[in-house]
Every structure is written in C-alpha cells, then in structure tokens.
C-alpha cells in the first residue's frame, strides 16, 4: 500500500514538474513570438514613415535630414507650449520633422491621429508649409475595411492627393468636410467614415500650425548634417 502511494505520488510528481516545463517553455516562445512581431511590426512603421516623409517633401527640395532635424511634441515642455491635442492621440515620443533648405525651414511634417476611424484610429502625416497650405498628406498606419476605406491610402487611390495646396482659407473652414456633409472633399462609394476622419484630422492639424506657427518655429533644432556635407 505504501510502495502504491509513492509511485502514485512519484507520478503526480512528474506530471506536475512536465506541466510546470511545458508551460514555461511555451510561455517563452510566445513571448519571443510577440517580441520579434513587435520589433517587425515596429520597424515596418517607421519605414514607412520614411518613405512617406520624402513622398510629402521630395528629397530634392531638401538639404537636411528629415528623420533627425525633429521635435518631440510629447514632451512636458512640448504639452505646456502646444495644444497637442488638436494631433490626436499621438504615441509618446511623436516628432514634428522639419523641411529646410539653405539652413531655412520651408515645411514642417506633423504626426497626427485619426481617433474616429471605422476600425479604429489612423495614423498619418501632414506636411504644412509655411504659408500655411498642405504639401502632402500620407497614411502610414490604418485598419480600414479593405476595397472601402483603405482608399485612403495613395497605393490604393489617388484621393489623399486632393488635400495637396489646400489650406484653412483654400477651401474654407466651413467647407472642411466630405460632400456628405456639406463640405469640400469627396467620399468613397459605400464608405464615408473613413474619409471624414482623414478630413477631420487634416483640418485639425492645419488649426494646430496656424495657432502655434511662431513657437513651433523658434522650437525648430539646428540643423542637423546636410545630406551634401554628409556625402563629403
């Protein structure tokens, strides 16, 4: 009876520490698994911020380097100077780059969020020159149905292009909204949604400029090595 209770313990024994092993090991492959898809996910983001960057301000009208000249407009100082919230729920750590050309800022690119998509929130750039009309609008991040409101994306439509020379005057305030609802911009057939929360947040970073132009300026770094000086 008691060789029977210690083998019966001996096997709960085992059992218990096989348990124990499987649930560790698996608890770290998951953990690898979620840790590579992070850092993909992650570097497939600013990748594309990259690239929509140089599509808003080509390469060739520029000196400096946008991914460096930057302000962080999450900061304490940032938040006590701007109404950040005018961008959205911006990630921590959100930069504002900087166009120059010639040592002079001509056009700064703003990190803004969509919060009312249909999905979910889009993220997006808005590049607004000192004049206070668009450059170019880019999605870099988005869950919108696909063949509806991924149309909003330049590789799927052409309509983020009809905010280009726009402005807060160009169409007028009052006209910042899909035709839907009485305003200037088109709307897909079947999705509406989408393209007004592009519209909305687009509008909202022009208020955002337009209200704080000066600081944003005199908040402008130096800039930082010429892409001539750095092939030198």
Do not use: C
């Amino acid at each position: 009876m008691e060789n029977s209770n210690e083998t019966l313990s001996n096997s709960v024994a085992r059992n218990a520490i096989g348990l124990a092993l499987f649930a560790f090991i698996t608890a770290g492959v998951i953990g690898v698994v979620q840790l590579t898809s992070a850092d993909r996910i992650a570097k497939n983001i600013a990748e594309a911020q990259a690239k929509a960057l140089y599509e808003i301000t080509p390469k060739v009208s520029v000196d400096n380097d946008l991914l460096l000249d930057t302000l962080d407009l999450t900061t304490e100082k940032s938040k006590s100077a701007f109404n950040i919230n005018l961008l959205g729920p911006i990630e921590t750590g959100a930069t504002a780059h900087f166009a120059k050309k010639n040592g002079e800022v001509h056009t700064i690119i703003f990190p803004t969020v969509a919060p009312d998509g249909y999905t979910t929130q889009i993220s997006l750039l808005v590049g607004v020159k000192l004049d206070g009309s668009i450059s170019g609008v880019r999605i870099v991040e988005h869950k919108e149905t696909p063949g509806l409101g991924d149309k909003v994306e330049l590789k799927k439509s052409d309509w983020v292009l009809g905010f280009n020379e726009t402005s807060l005057t160009s169409p007028s305030i009052e006209q910042w909204k899909v035709k839907k609802d009485g305003g200037e911009f088109d709307q897909f057939t079947g999705a509406t949604i989408t393209p007004r929360a592009v519209v909305g947040a687009v509008r909202r970073t022009l208020t955002f400029f337009n209200d704080h132009k000066d600081q944003i300026l005199a908040s402008a770094p130096q800039s930082a090595a010429s892409s001539q000086e750095n092939a030198q």
